[in-house]
T-cell receptor, first 115, second 117 residues
Framework: AQKITQTQPGMFVQEKEAVTLDCTYDTSDPSYGLFWYKQPSSGEMIFLIYQGSYDQQNATEGRYSLNFQKARKSANLVISASQLGDSAMYFCAMRARGSNYKLTFGKGTLLTVNP | GAGVSQTPSNKVTEKGKYVELRCDPISGHTALYWYRQSLGQGPEFLIY????????DSGLPNDRFFAVRPEGSVSTLKIQRTERGDSAVYLC???????????????FGPGTRLLVL
């Protein structure tokens, strides 16, 4: 079974500063993918970034980067130069080949960007 | 291109009634997933379709829940004899064909907010 833990129920950051959202995971499957999604108040889950378990380099997508530390089983999301529009719920999720491709989500972190 | 669409966006029903929730995936995506998101929680897996067949329905909570995808595109999630505990946001996601060794990204629709009174 897979498990995702997000220990920060809420985070605050000043506009234009960087913020790190924590995520740890647990799985016995050697092949898995880690994902971050953003969920604004409108409710839609927006895909942000993906990291494969065999990827050698940390994933980056614009202002988003994933700090992947395999030995620690952590996959933290770093948002650089925060914007007011970044205020939302952020979910870490994983898929493992042995789990029939279903996503397992954490409970999320509510990020608030202050002007 | 068009993303995943879901209808209705909101549904209010009475306890004991039957509801249908519809999902229209991204064109060309053969894999389709249903998730349920309760207040303050992350989404939880319900069922996964590869083409027309349900490849994994292990997340359906009980036999009141059923989903179909008769032509391999649009899917309908059906809930019989609704209960207040069924109130949640029902999310649909799709991804390109899932092949052995692949871990394609799932793209989500806006969800249907179901409220059972």
């Amino acid at each position: 079974a897979q498990k995702i833990t997000q220990t920060q129920p809420g985070m605050f950051v000043q506009e234009k500063e960087a913020v790190t959202l924590d995520c740890t995971y647990d799985t016995s499957d050697p092949s898995y993918g880690l994902f971050w999604y953003k969920q604004p108040s409108s409710g839609e889950m927006i895909f942000l970034i993906y990291q494969g378990s065999y990827d050698q380099q940390n994933a980056t997508e614009g202002r988003y980067s994933l700090n992947f530390q395999k030995a620690r089983k952590s996959a933290n999301l770093v948002i650089s130069a925060s914007q007011l529009g970044d205020s939302a719920m952020y979910f870490c999720a994983m898929r493992a080949r042995g789990s029939n491709y279903k996503l397992t989500f954490g409970k999320g972190t509510l990020l608030t960007v202050n002007p | 291109g068009a993303g995943v669409s879901q209808t209705p966006s909101n549904k209010v029903t009475e306890k004991g009634k039957y509801v249908e929730l519809r999902c229209d995936p991204i064109s060309g995506h053969t894999a389709l997933y249903w998730y349920r998101q309760s207040l303050g929680q992350g989404p939880e897996f319900l069922i996964y379709f590869q083409g027309t067949g349900a490849a994994d329905d292990s997340g359906l909570p009980n036999d009141r829940f059923f989903a179909v995808r008769p032509e391999g595109s649009v899917s309908t999630l059906k809930i019989q004899r609704t209960e207040r505990g069924d109130s949640a946001v029902y999310l649909c996601a799709s991804s390109p064909k899932v092949t052995s060794g692949s871990l394609e990204t799932q793209y989500f629709g806006p969800g249907t907010r179901l409220l059972v009174l």
